[in-house]
Every structure is written in structure tokens, then in C-alpha cells.
């Protein structure tokens, strides 16, 4: 099963539609600035999330319990360290100005530089081959890929496919 563009995108909003509006911008204001925090390498402490996006300390207090139940990364003083961007490594390096830090997953390299309004030269291993993948990615896009064939796969929520249509074996 083929799908296109608004089809993908279609489904991966259904998985937030229950956000009004005003929520859904709140999250994007929290969650920029998070990575922006961890692309300077500043630890986050939930006092300092509060402060920055005008929060009780105690809500910013349960959405920290909320983000280290959810798997983001956080350091022995409890101060959030890595989300989609951390500076432990993985398999996925990106540079901004010579700053090396390390995404969670190939996908991620493509939406930090546009969140940071940064242009940022990516290293990754292809999943298939091992061969190393580098990207140029700035904040509207894709600058540079080599090699030229390289391409990404992504699961969306709702969208399903037939087996032997996706993972290595796949004719695409």
C-alpha cells in the first residue's frame, strides 16, 4: 500500500486532535524549548521549566514526573538532560557549529535544525547496509545528502501497510 503526503499527515494529526489549540501551542512552546535547553547543553531543572513558560513550580513539578515516566532522559539531580536530543550518544550524531550531540532516531535529525532555526551536519548509519549517511539539514529541509539514494521511513499512527511493504526487503 502506497500512501501519500496529506494521507500520512492526516493520520499523524488524528493522534492529536484532542489537544484544543491553545494546548497544542503550549506543548510546542515547552517542547522547543526543551530542545533549545539541551542544544545549549543546560541541564533543566523543573524550576527553571516553570519560570521560563510561566508555570506553578507544582505543574511544572508533574509534567517532569510525566516526561521521566515517558522515557525522557534526566541526570541524578533530576534535571531533564535529553529529549529527541541528548548529549549521550547514539548511532545518530549532529553537529551544530562544530557542537557534536546525538539524536534518539534518524528522524530526529530532520526537525531539530528547524526547531533551533539552525543548520546542522548529521551523521547516521543506515539501518540496512551500516553505510554512513550525512545530511546537511537546515531549517527548511534537507541541504545535502550523500549518498544521493539515502531515504527514510517512518510508521504513522492509522496508516498501515501490507506485509513485505516496509523494512529492508521492501521493493521501495
Known amino acids: 500500500m502506497s500512501t501519500n503526503l496529506e494521507t500520512a499527515l492526516d493520520?499523524?494529526?488524528?493522534?492529536?486532535?484532542?489537544?484544543?489549540?491553545?494546548?497544542?501551542?503550549?506543548?510546542?512552546?515547552?517542547y522547543t524549548f526543551l530542545i533549545c535547553q539541551i542544544a545549549a547543553g543546560k541541564a533543566l531543572s523543573s524550576d527553571d521549566f516553570a519560570r521560563e513558560l510561566g508555570?506553578?513550580?507544582?505543574?511544572?513539578?508533574?509534567v517532569f514526573a510525566g516526561l521521566q515516566a515517558s522515557g525522557m532522559e534526566f541526570d541524578p539531580a533530576g534535571n531533564l538532560i535529553g529529549a529527541a536530543l541528548t548529549p549521550r550518544p547514539t548511532p545518530h550524531r549532529i553537529s551544530f557549529d562544530g557542537k557534536e550531540l546525538f539524536a534518539w532516531c534518524a528522524l530526529d535529525?530532520?526537525?531539530?535544525?528547524?526547531?533551533?532555526?539552525?543548520?546542522?551536519?548529521?551523521?547516521?548509519?543506515?539501518?540496512?547496509t551500516g553505510e554512513?549517511?550525512?545530511?546537511?539539514?537546515?531549517p527548511h529541509g534537507v541541504e545535502a545528502c550523500d549518498p544521493r539514494q539515502a531515504a527514510i521511513s517512518v510508521v504513522l499512527p492509522g496508516v498501515g501497510c501490507a506485509p513485505g511493504e516496509t523494512g529492508p526487503e521492501s521493493p521501495t
Open 11 to 30: 493520520a499523524w494529526e488524528s493522534s492529536t486532535r484532542a489537544a484544543s489549540e491553545e494546548e497544542a501551542d503550549a506543548r510546542a512552546r515547552a
Open 55 to 62: 508555570m506553578a513550580p507544582e505543574a511544572a513539578s508533574g
Open 109 to 128: 535529525t530532520l526537525f531539530i535544525p528547524g526547531l533551533l532555526d539552525q543548520v546542522a551536519d548529521v551523521r547516521s548509519p543506515c539501518p540496512a
Open 132 to 138: 554512513e549517511i550525512r545530511l546537511r539539514v537546515g
